[in-house]
């Protein structure tokens, strides 16, 4: 007989739970159990032979799904990057669900096979080449490393690719860009070019028609002229943060920007990769104490991919620090000595760097500065599973993307059943060494507890029953990994699933 609960239920319960088998998850990809595609095939970690099936599927949602998963290994996910939907292949471009900044890029291939895509007529389809590389520009898989590597690629789209990272290149780079022979190339470069140019900004500032946004991006990307800082300074002083932190900003500029009177433009100054001695000493004995903070953050001489480091680990609260992307590197040297500096700003950067050796993370795992051991929890696979739990514990805008990391723990944790924040009292109840099994929380005041309590297989069997047959907490009595294989094929098909 049919339970009093949706057969949505049961399917998207089974699809989530770790503990069913293969065959069980294999079925879950009939065009029937379509409500619990995302839970099975986006959501959780899969079998590989359930990822294989899933890529190869005949249904595009199926395989879109896929394409999501951020448990599948990204060169497992590239696979579908030939795929024959566009919405198949966008999904690969917009990276893992939930989208979060700290993401593994795609492999080379994949990129340059997404960036130098072309229409094919008649192939049908929503999406363009264009909006699909749209989708992969703002996924944090493309870092700035890969766009330098493809400066001299043999498509010409992808040298037209590299010529967007024009700060980074050399003077040769620029020169061959601009020398191209395929005319697609020498016009990105050419645009790229006029950012260096303080006469483009100039025609383009007072351009009727141009938003505040549009403004502000401009004075972030274009060298400024001085009559524009003027302006900036005496009409619309709004637009000097952008002044603060744009890189083509003239040095003259930028030492009157350490002296405003506005502590938070001293402040971003400070951070810059291109301050010269005198005027860091100047902020370093600044009277605003956030400002000598950052001046002595970082010591001269700074790269700007240090500097853009720096600027991602400052935060006077380590509750306000979270998972940065990759973007653009800094050199594994620079990390390493930052690992046993004096400053935590430094230590702080080293924390981000997955490819700190074991004896350095014990290290940070241990700092006195808690927002190094934050962000070596966000950052690095061997840090210690206390240290992450620590950060869940202390950091409630960062456990969305902490549950997805393996070394977050899920058992031991006994002494949180209690907790007063129901986050941290859901994932303790779900707590398979729990010493009893966590019946009083089927009744806790927070939805959350209450399922979490119902995936735990501590319950005793005709307590599981009772749960399958409740509405409320069927779905997640479905996922409890104490259910044999055997039950799991019941409950499919007692969910219509053929």
């Given at each position: 007989m049919l339970p009093p609960v949706a057969p949505d239920a049961l399917l998207r319960g089974v699809a989530a739970n770790r503990a069913a088998p293969s065959d069980v998850l294999l079925r879950l990809l009939a065009p029937e159990a379509k409500p619990a595609?995302?839970?099975l095939c986006e959501r959780r970690p899969l079998p590989d032979d359930v990822v294989e099936a899933a890529l190869a599927h005949p249904e595009p949602g199926v395989r879109r799904a896929i394409a999501r998963n951020r448990y599948v290994a990204v060169e497992i996910r590239s696979r579908l990057v030939h795929d024959p939907l566009d919405f198949v292949r966008a999904a690969l471009a917009g990276g893992p669900r939930p989208r979060f900044q700290r993401v593994e890029p795609l492999p080379d291939e994949a990129l340059a096979a997404l960036l130098s895509a072309e229409d094919e007529p008649g192939r049908g389809g929503i999406l363009t080449a264009d909006e699909i590389r749209q989708e992969l520009a703002f996924s944090f898989q493309l870092p700035t490393a890969f766009s330098l590597r493809t400066v001299d690629h043999p498509h010409p789209r992808l040298r037209a690719h590299a010529a967007r990272s024009w700060q980074h290149l050399t003077p040769a780079e620029r020169e061959a860009l601009l020398a191209d022979p395929d005319e697609t190339v020498r016009d990105q470069a050419r645009r790229e070019a006029r950012r260096l140019d303080p006469a483009a900004l100039e025609a383009l500032f007072h351009r009727p028609g141009l938003s505040e946004r549009d403004r502000y991006t401009m004075l972030w990307l274009y060298a400024v002229t001085d009559a524009i800082a003027?302006?900036?300074?005496?009409?619309?002083?709004?637009?000097?943060?952008?002044?603060?932190?744009s890189p083509y900003t003239p040095a003259h500029v930028v030492a009157r920007l350490a002296r405003h009177p506005d502590p938070a433009l001293r402040r971003r100054v400070a951070?810059?990769?291109?301050?010269?001695?005198g005027s860091l000493a100047e902020l370093a004995a600044d009277p605003d104490p956030s400002v000598r903070s950052r001046a002595l953050a970082h010591p001269l001489?700074?790269?700007?991919?240090?500097?853009?480091?720096?600027?991602?680990?400052?935060?006077?609260?380590?509750?306000?620090?979270?998972?940065?992307?990759?973007?653009f590197e800094a050199e594994p040297d620079w990390y390493l000595a930052g690992a046993v500096s004096e400053l935590p700003s430094l230590r702080r950067a080293a924390a981000t760097w997955p490819g700190l050796?074991?004896?350095?993370?014990?290290?940070?795992?241990?700092?006195?500065?808690?927002?190094?051991?934050?962000l070596l929890a966000y950052h690095h696979p061997l840090a210690p599973p206390a240290t992450v739990l620590a950060a869940f514990l202390a950091s409630p805008e960062q456990r969305e993307y902490l549950r997805t990391l393996p070394t977050l723990p899920r058992k031991g944790l006994q002494h949180l059943l209690t907790h007063e924040d129901p986050e941290v009292r859901a994932l303790a109840a779900a707590d398979p060494t729990l010493d009893h099994p966590p019946v009083e929380l089927l009744t806790d005041p927070d939805e959350r507890v209450r399922r979490a309590a119902a995936t735990n297989p501590l319950l005793p069997p005709d307590v599981v029953d009772a749960l399958l047959a409740d509405p409320a907490l069927a779905e997640a009595a479905a996922a409890n990994p104490a259910l044999t294989a055997a039950r799991l094929h019941r409950l499919l098909d007692l969910a219509g699933l053929p």
């Open positions: 595609r995302l839970d003027e302006h900036c300074f005496t009409e619309e002083p709004g637009y000097l943060p952008a002044l603060a932190a951070e810059r990769a291109d301050l010269d001695a001489p700074r790269t700007r991919a240090q500097a853009s480091v720096i600027h991602g680990v400052l935060a006077d609260d380590p509750a306000d620090l979270g998972p940065i992307g990759a973007g050796p074991a004896h350095l993370v014990d290290r940070l795992a241990d700092d006195p500065d808690e927002g190094v051991r934050h």
